[in-house]
Nanobody
Framework: VQLQASGGGLVQAGGSVRLSCAAS????????MGWFRQAPGKERELVAE???????NYADSVKGRFTISRDNDKNTVYLQMHSLKPEDTAIYYC????????WGQGTLVTVSS
């Protein structure tokens, strides 16, 4: 499985950004897809994930602000981020899981105050 993330960039606090992650593979619909992030000097953490059945899970810090979704016809997972804060600044990584874990290359989101 190859994952290609896009959509990062520089945004002002309070703004919005949508990340996309396109996946290869013929069994995308069976993967649990997720977004992780890693801020400078911090460990990588789960931001949001969506199961094959559409059940979602969010980190407490992003609940109510971020929405994860998937389009199985396009083999793509999205992360819509609203009300961004400077502490959301991080490299965001796309993740796929079936029997194994797969990671994308990461996309940088920088939120300026």
């Amino acid at each position: 499985v190859q994952l290609q993330a896009s959509g990062g960039g520089l945004v002002q606090a309070g703004g919005s950004v949508r990340l996309s992650c396109a996946a290869s593979g013929r069994t995308f619909s069976s993967y649990t897809m997720g977004w992780f992030r890693q801020a400078p000097g911090k460990e990588r953490e789960l931001v949001a994930e969506i199961g094959s059945g559409g059940i979602t899970n969010y980190a407490d810090s992003v609940k109510g602000r971020f929405t994860i979704s998937r389009d199985n016809d396009k083999n793509t997972v999205y992360l819509q981020m609203h009300s961004l804060k400077p502490e959301d600044t991080a490299i965001y990584y796309c993740h796929a899981k079936d029997l194994w874990d797969y990671w994308g290359q990461g996309t940088l989101v920088t939120v300026s105050s």
